[in-house]
Structure formats: structure tokens, C-alpha cells
């Protein structure tokens, strides 16, 4: 069970990580772009610490195309709970449909081959 689990989690705090270093600066607009790129660089270097365990523990478990499916449901729900609790934008419907698209797609990943 851990096996199965572990990489989950790492995608997840992985995601946390990569989702500040892209979007976190958009509430300092002010910022110099050059500070911007160094901090989100240094904020990146903790993704990459989550995500490359994760992934390497992962493939024991997964494919590679699950674990990339996985990858991207973890990082639209990371991304609307962040756009919502700390940009303070709304998700709207297509929002909502569009990533029910997405995670569709990512249940025919993991759906047993035909």
C-alpha cells in the first residue's frame, strides 16, 4: 500500500512547490522579473527534490504514462485550490468542465487495456 501511495504523495507536495514557483509571484507584480525567475528557481529546486522520488518510486507501481496522468489531475486540483485560496480567482464552469476532460483522459490511462 505504501508503495502506491508514496508517489501520490510526493506529486501532490511536489505540485504545492511548482505551483508557487510559477504562479505565486502574480501577486507581486511589482517584483523585479530577474528576483521573480531566482525565487521561483530556488522554490523549483524543492519540486524537483519531491518529484523525481516520486516519480523513480512510482515506476515500480506505474507506468510511465500513469504517473504522467497522475501528474496532471494532482496538479489541476493543486491549481484550482491555489488560484481560488491564494490568487483569489474564481473557477468557473468551463474551468470545471475542462478538467473533468482532462481527468477523463486520465481514467482511460488507467483503465485495464482493451
Do not use: D
Not at 512547490?17 to 530577474?34: D, E, I, N, S, V
Amino acid at each position: 500500500m505504501v508503495e502506491r501511495l508514496l508517489p501520490i504523495l510526493l506529486l501532490a507536495a511536489s505540485n504545492v512547490f511548482m505551483t508557487f514557483a510559477w504562479y505565486g509571484h502574480l501577486k507581486f507584480k511589482q517584483a523585479p522579473l530577474l528576483l521573480v525567475i531566482v525565487a521561483s528557481w530556488g522554490i523549483a529546486l524543492f519540486e524537483y527534490c519531491l518529484a523525481v522520488p516520486a516519480n523513480r518510486y512510482g515506476s515500480n507501481v506505474y507506468s510511465a504514462a500513469q504517473l504522467k496522468a497522475m501528474q496532471e489531475v494532482i496538479t489541476l486540483t493543486v491549481f484550482a485550490g491555489f488560484s481560488v485560496l491564494y490568487l483569489g480567482q474564481k473557477i468557473t464552469t468551463n474551468h470545471l468542465i475542462g478538467f473533468a476532460l482532462i481527468a477523463a483522459g486520465a481514467w482511460f490511462v488507467f483503465r485495464a487495456p482493451a
